[in-house]
């Protein structure tokens, strides 16, 4: 799935010229996935080409593609799509190219039937996530998170040897472009043995991630080898934690996060496969010297040689206010998944390690990507350091933001609206990009 092949060559074009176009996410070598749905019509499987989505249950109704496609590919999920064989997910790629590509042999004004502009389309979830995981990879949001409650002990000691995690909720997760309302909750009694009180949400945050989608699953009682690994992933895609601090302040002892991230969790429409990937992968995290290395079933030399993903990642905010008065969104931060401890084969790997059967459309969240400086924190608790604390860190640099309406943020107002970008470049290949995650925050709806 790593290798490198005719679908990745930076010189290939397509006959779609939008595709060929510099600042499009979805030049002929990406080929991401999706689930879109026109008026009146049932829900189909795509793939983005410049600003079209070809539709796959019309190419297999037109003969497009080999007949063992054609059941899945006529789906109004991915699942069967992400269950197909390593192979077999390498041969549809060839052929989507193929039909895509510039001097194409297949006949164009056929191909054109099975077209359709994004901008006509409503992108729905991609899959049916039966599971959703969420975990702790950057070491950078591990220790600022870390530092904020236990200033003196940032990570507990077993955060270099186990990828952390916590089993999320899959009914609350949603596509880009839906609104939620913001949570209500118990937050925590203003003084020691105090009663608690309920609310809506007042330390509303967002969570820039990467989510992977697992591919074919494994039995109940096995296992997945690091080696294995990513032939069970099936693709990336933006994903957004929305997380309540203040109602996890309060729940998440002991057993961890609960109702402070179940209620909205939402993933850009597309799926970029992992074989699309392919010229980006990179060394995985350099652990500082001193660090201890991963327990064996979690190493191979081909995980540390090009386990990581080279991917770049930002998330603007746009306020109410900036939307009426059509401010364009502003850049909080912007970030890498090479910030990861873990490498994505590493995480599903742990994950499956007891005998955890995964399953097709399974979801993994990488955790808050976070980097070393200011600038490449992947939340508003992190920007603005606990910003919203009564009792700040000691030390700590509680710096809200200012919006350029003057409007200052410590975590999120009602209307805002917070969207993630994803791309990867680099000198020898053609840019690829993940589209958009966004979300806005509709006003509590129960004013407790
Ligand atoms: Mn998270």
Redesign the pocket.
Known sequence: MNTLNSTHEPSLTSWIESANSKETDFPIQNLPFCVFQLLDQPPAIGVGIGDQILNLRTCAELGLLSDQFNDAASQTTLNAVMAMSPADRTLLRARLSELLANGTTADKSVIEKSLVFQANANLLMPCHVGDYT?F?ASIYHATNVGTMFRPTNPLLPNYKHIPIGYHGRASSVVVSGTSFHRPVGQLSPTEEGGIPTRGPCKLLDY?L?VAMFVAQGNELGNSISIADAEDHIFGMSLLN?W?ARDIQKWEYQPLGPFLA?SFATTISPWIVTLEALAPFRCREFARPEGDPQPLDYLHSDENSSSGGVDMKLEVFLCSEKMNQQGIEPVKLSSGNFTNMYWTIAQLLTHHSSNGCNMQSGDML?S??VSGLTRDSRGSLLELTWDGASDNPVPGSQRTPITLPTGEERKFLGDGDEVILKGYCESDSHRRIGFGTCKGKILPAKVEA
């Open positions: 969420d702790y969570e991630e934690d997380s991230k969240g955790g808050t």
